[in-house]
């Protein structure tokens, strides 16, 4: 897994994380909603979620990457 957590406390619910992932591996769940890592096989490690998140909440391990034979399904 790529996306090692989501810091709760820090979270607002914005989305923007959700909406700036481009594999679909976060969801908005609960009430208030909240993200989770729905899909974690599914990151490729390009940390947008990471980036776009105004408040640092989303941590990503390091060094994880993603072989480039699973984009071509080898």
Known sequence: MAISSIDND???GCGI??????????????????PVIAYPDDC???????KDCPVKAIQI??????PITSFFGF
């Open 17 to 34: 994380c959700v909406n700036s992932c481009e594999y679909d591996v976060l969801r908005m769940e609960g009430d208030p909603g909240r």
């Open 61 to 66: 391990v390091p060094g994880i990457h993603v």
């Open 44 to 50: 490729t490690v390009c940390s947008r979620c990471q």
């Open 10 to 12: 820090l979270c607002t």
